[in-house]
């Protein structure tokens, strides 16, 4: 069985500051056209990276419906943070299996089978894909970011990410060239079951069993280059995730008002 692949992250952004984004990252990234998803209520634009991975800002629209807004799963969430990452397959039929390992494992989570989603690029080509998310016992939505939520493209995933069809996007200033690292901190005691999850997510290379516990992502692109890991680790503040990249040099760059993210080099 091969390697999820890191498919994207996702940062939270305010509507008046995604159209804005362009100017304020402009000395450091080629910020790619987004598009608006298909039930109206958020749009987005990217970052486009070389190893295929990509950088998600989305927004909720000015006039969005507060109690359509609230239902959403992204919706309560804290603003110019990371709120969520995807990780996909070689197949979206690969993703039952994955599925009854989370169920079998009893950490207590399991994944819905893949909702359709889409949107319309701002050129009117049209994006399809499904995602799974996922749940406690109850069927209720855990809290996002905790664990990855999947994306399985429908549409080719060069129209959704086309980070080798449009090479300039992904020739930033900053000469970033990947993601690193994920890192994802939470209660401590979340750390053991959900640790039981991304050990059944990940079959066959465990995490060290060491603070912060890892696992290895691929990317789509097949480089090698950085770490690509995914670390767990107990937080007694608020849960967070926060995200290394790797480039030519070292440095760190505010993305947005107290969101900084960390540049190793290569």
Same mark, same amino acid.
């Given at each position: 069985? @091969? *390697?999820?692949?890191?498919?994207?992250?996702? %940062?939270?952004?305010?509507?008046?500051?995604?159209?804005?984004? &362009? #100017? *304020?990252?402009?000395?450091?990234?080629? %910020?790619?056209?987004?598009?608006?998803?298909?039930?109206?209520?958020?749009?987005?634009?990217?970052?486009?990276?070389?190893?295929?991975?990509?950088?998600?800002?989305?927004?909720?629209? /000015?006039?969005? $419906? +507060?109690?359509?807004?609230?239902?959403?799963?992204?919706?309560?969430?804290?603003?110019?943070?990371?709120? #969520?990452?995807?990780?996909?397959?070689? =197949?979206?039929? $690969?993703?039952?299996?994955?599925?009854?390992?989370?169920? $079998?494992?009893?950490?207590?989570?399991?994944?819905?089978?893949?909702?359709?989603?889409?949107? /319309?690029?701002?050129?009117?080509? &049209?994006?399809?894909?499904?995602? &799974?998310?996922?749940? $406690?016992?109850?069927?209720? !939505?855990?809290?996002?970011?905790?664990? +990855?939520?999947?994306?399985?493209?429908?549409?080719? *995933?060069?129209?959704?990410?086309?980070?080798?069809?449009?090479?300039?996007?992904?020739?930033?200033?900053?000469?970033?060239?990947?993601? @690193? =690292?994920? =890192?994802?901190?939470?209660?401590?005691?979340?750390?053991?079951?959900?640790?039981?999850?991304? #050990?059944?997510?990940?079959? =066959?290379?465990?995490?060290?069993?060491?603070?912060?516990?890892?696992?290895?992502?691929?990317?789509? !692109?097949?480089?090698?280059?950085?770490?690509?890991?995914?670390?767990?680790?107990?937080?007694?503040?608020?849960?967070?995730?926060?995200?290394?990249?790797?480039?030519?040099?070292?440095?760190?760059?505010?993305?947005?008002?107290?969101?900084?993210?960390?540049?190793?080099?290569?």
């Amino acid at each position: 069985m @091969s *390697r999820p692949t890191l498919d994207h992250i996702v %940062i939270l952004i305010p509507h008046d500051d995604l159209l804005t984004l &362009s #100017d *304020r990252l402009q000395p450091y990234f080629v %910020i790619a056209p987004g598009g608006t998803h298909a039930d109206g209520l958020t749009s987005n634009k990217l970052i486009l990276l070389p190893d295929g991975v990509y950088i998600e800002f989305i927004a909720f629209a /000015k006039d969005a $419906d +507060p109690e359509q807004r609230r239902k959403h799963r992204w919706g309560n969430l804290k603003e110019n943070t990371i709120i #969520d990452w995807a990780l996909t397959l070689p =197949s979206e039929s $690969d993703f039952a299996a994955v599925q009854q390992r989370v169920l $079998d494992s009893s950490a207590g989570f399991s994944y819905q089978d893949p909702i359709p989603g889409g949107r /319309k690029r701002e050129d009117g080509v &049209s994006l399809e894909w499904a995602i &799974s998310a996922a749940s $406690d016992t109850q069927g209720s !939505a855990i809290i996002p970011g905790h664990l +990855p939520f999947w994306c399985f493209d429908r549409t080719p *995933r060069h129209l959704r990410v086309p980070y080798q069809e449009q090479f300039e996007l992904t020739q930033h200033p900053s000469g970033v060239l990947g993601i @690193s =690292s994920v =890192s994802v901190s939470v209660p401590e005691a979340r750390v053991s079951d959900l640790s039981t999850v991304y #050990d059944a997510i990940y079959p =066959s290379d465990g995490s060290t069993g060491l603070a912060p516990r890892n696992w290895h992502y691929e990317v789509p !692109a097949g480089l090698q280059e950085g770490r690509h890991t995914i670390s767990l680790s107990a937080n007694e503040g608020e849960a967070a995730v926060t995200l290394t990249l790797y480039g030519e040099m070292q440095w760190q760059v505010e993305l947005l008002p107290g969101l900084t993210v960390t540049v190793e080099r290569i």
